[in-house]
């Protein structure tokens, strides 16, 4: 079987209709994705009675090439195919790595190889990647930027079967940023708790997931688009009181992120509501928010705070600051922003 780079979901798919490749080669740098495979690989495509004999996982640091080839060439006990799973393989040394090429130029067509490769990627260029594209299965493990995260929860609980209300997503998105298997772990959470067809609100995301649903980040970027200075003051106490609710880089970012979809909006002029709200990447039930906050920041002053953030990021991390507690750094930086 030949491949380039297949999507998660298309890959998902086959595996499912179990249409099997010889070879899987999982590299990337988000190691959410890479590890939902490998559980699969590791779960789904054998019957436990099966595992017993045609399951073998190896590590890369410790792993000998040698070993991996050797399972490898075994022929599956009392089952159709066996799954060998090769984890950490970016420990691995390179040169022993590329040992392994004997085995994927000619793979048994019973045995399952899968090379999980997190954090890291082949140079397309070598012998050895184009080997793997000509034998497997090559997935590259796709980072989702903190902009694309309202729509992959959604997207997320749909295929769980669930539902939630854009503030609840927006909520899970800005307190979390894009740890994609901490967020799949806290709608677990939720999921456990939820009773029967009951919707995700502000209400359970704070109870179960410990988000204040008055006091976060998703809150202070309301209260600044249309310059509510009373309730950005509460905002900022609660901060203050609870730093751990909202660390500074985090806010931050997610500031920055607000102001550049406010900065595109000025940009856009004469398009319709759902083709702003689409290229925004946000939800049209926010676009009203960002609207109203053009009223009161104008472009240039979008683009001067959108270099204020650049130059605060700098400081929350050490460089040409004088050590400052967080709170009084953003409290400083919030007012920056309102002038």
Same mark, same amino acid.
């Given at each position: 079987?030949?491949?380039?780079?297949?999507?998660?979901?298309?890959?998902?798919?086959? !595996?499912?209709?179990? +249409?099997?490749? #010889?070879?899987?080669?999982?590299?990337?740098? %988000?190691? &959410?994705?890479?590890?939902? @495979?490998?559980?699969?690989?590791?779960?789904?495509?054998?019957?436990?009675?099966?595992?017993?004999?045609?399951?073998?996982?190896?590590?890369?640091?410790?792993?000998?090439?040698?070993?991996?080839?050797?399972?490898?060439?075994?022929?599956?006990?009392?089952?159709?195919?066996?799954?060998?799973? !090769?984890?950490?393989? +970016?420990?691995? #040394?390179?040169?022993?790595?590329?040992?392994? %090429?004997? &085995?994927?130029?000619?793979? @048994?067509?019973?045995?399952?190889?899968?090379?999980?490769?997190?954090?890291?990627?082949?140079?397309?260029?070598?012998?050895?990647?184009?080997?793997?594209?000509?034998?497997?299965?090559?997935?590259?493990?796709?980072?989702?930027?903190?902009?694309q995260l309202p729509n992959w929860i959604e997207q997320y609980l749909s295929e769980i079967k669930l539902k939630a209300t854009p503030q609840a997503i927006h909520?899970?998105?800005?307190?979390?940023?894009?740890?994609?298997?901490?967020?799949?772990?806290?709608?677990?959470?939720?999921?456990?708790?939820?009773?029967?067809?009951?919707?995700?609100?502000?209400?359970?995301?704070?109870?179960?997931?410990?988000?204040?649903?008055?006091?976060?980040?998703?809150?202070?970027?309301?209260?600044?688009?249309?310059?509510?200075?009373?309730?950005?003051?509460?905002?900022?106490?609660?901060?203050?009181?609870?730093?751990?609710?909202?660390?500074?880089?985090?806010?931050?970012?997610?500031?920055?992120?607000?102001?550049?979809?406010?900065?595109?909006?000025?940009?856009?002029?004469?398009?319709?509501?759902?083709?702003?709200?689409?290229?925004?990447?946000?939800?049209?039930?926010?676009?009203?928010?960002?609207k109203q906050a053009t009223q009161y920041y104008s472009k240039q002053v979008v683009e001067r705070n959108i270099l204020l953030l650049h130059a605060y990021n700098?400081?929350?991390?050490?460089?040409?600051?004088?050590?400052?507690?967080?709170?009084?750094?953003?409290?400083?930086?919030?007012?920056?922003?309102?002038e």
């Amino acid at each position: 079987m030949k491949s380039t780079s297949i999507s998660y979901s298309a890959l998902r798919q086959q !595996l499912q209709q179990e +249409q099997y490749a #010889p070879i899987y080669w999982l590299e990337g740098d %988000e190691a &959410y994705f890479i590890d939902k @495979l490998v559980q699969f690989f590791e779960t789904q495509v054998l019957t436990e009675q099966e595992r017993d004999f045609n399951l073998h996982i190896f590590y890369g640091e410790e792993a000998d090439w040698r070993d991996v080839v050797n399972a490898c060439r075994q022929y599956p006990v009392f089952a159709q195919r066996q799954v060998v799973i !090769l984890k950490e393989a +970016q420990q691995m #040394p390179m040169s022993q790595m590329q040992k392994l %090429e004997t &085995y994927i130029a000619q793979p @048994l067509a019973s045995t399952i190889f899968v090379v999980a490769y997190k954090h890291a990627k082949l140079d397309n260029r070598t012998s050895f990647a184009r080997l793997i594209r000509e034998k497997g299965i090559h997935f590259v493990s796709p980072v989702i930027y903190d902009e694309q995260l309202p729509n992959w929860i959604e997207q997320y609980l749909s295929e769980i079967k669930l539902k939630a209300t854009p503030q609840a997503i927006h909520m899970l998105a800005e307190h979390i940023g894009n740890d994609l298997s901490r967020i799949s772990m806290e709608i677990e959470k939720i999921r456990v708790n939820l009773k029967q067809q009951q919707i995700i609100d502000e209400h359970v995301v704070e109870k179960y997931v410990g988000i204040s649903r008055e006091y976060n980040v998703f809150q202070l970027q309301d209260a600044l688009a249309d310059k509510n200075l009373p309730r950005i003051m509460g905002i900022l106490r609660y901060f203050s009181m609870n730093p751990r609710s909202a660390p500074l880089q985090l806010v931050i970012s997610s500031l920055y992120q607000f102001f550049v979809k406010l900065w595109q909006l000025h940009s856009l002029q004469g398009v319709s509501e759902k083709t702003a709200a689409e290229h925004l990447g946000v939800h049209p039930f926010f676009l009203k928010r960002y609207k109203q906050a053009t009223q009161y920041y104008s472009k240039q002053v979008v683009e001067r705070n959108i270099l204020l953030l650049h130059a605060y990021n700098l400081k929350s991390v050490g460089i040409d600051q004088v050590p400052v507690e967080e709170s009084a750094l953003l409290q400083e930086l919030v007012f920056r922003l309102l002038e």
